[in-house]
């Protein structure tokens, strides 16, 4: 059974942080393209993070940028999302995507990314 768990999420205050997690089993996460998405009520989901499977090269939405750490335990099967900093804008339900190793597609599309978690909730006080 191939599958991704999300863990971390909660409520925090304004200023906080938090550390999301996303167990892969089944598949290794560093045969894929790792990303986090995030989704608030009555909004589309948007691109947060991704972090790709041969150079570990990171990419950032600019709402994150400077704030949030995409990182990769290999012998964990386990991908994190440190979140500092945290405010109202980032509540949200956040899921994690695998991208095909060989896939010749735009990782900041979520169609891009063939395999997804249940998600969980962040939410940010003030």
């Known amino acids: 059974q191939v599958q991704l768990v999300e863990s971390g999420g909660g409520l925090v205050q304004a200023g906080g942080s938090l550390r999301l997690s996303c167990a892969a089993s089944?598949?290794?996460?560093?045969?894929?393209?790792m990303g986090w998405f995030r989704q608030a009520p009555g909004k589309e989901g948007e691109f947060v993070a991704v972090?790709?499977?041969?150079?570990?090269?990171?990419y950032y939405a600019d709402s994150v940028k400077g704030r949030f750490t995409i990182s990769r335990d290999n012998a964990k099967n386990t991908v994190y999302l440190q979140m500092n900093r945290l405010n109202a804008e980032d509540t949200a339900v956040y899921s994690c995507?695998?991208?095909?190793?060989?896939?010749?597609?735009?990782?900041?599309?979520?169609?891009?990314?063939?395999?997804w978690g249940q998600g969980t909730q962040v939410t940010v006080s003030s």
């Open positions: 995507g695998a991208m095909p190793k060989f896939a010749i597609r735009n990782r900041y599309d979520r169609s891009s990314y063939d395999l």
């Open positions: 089944g598949r290794t996460v560093s045969s894929s393209s």
């Open positions: 972090i790709t499977w041969a150079s570990e090269r990171t």
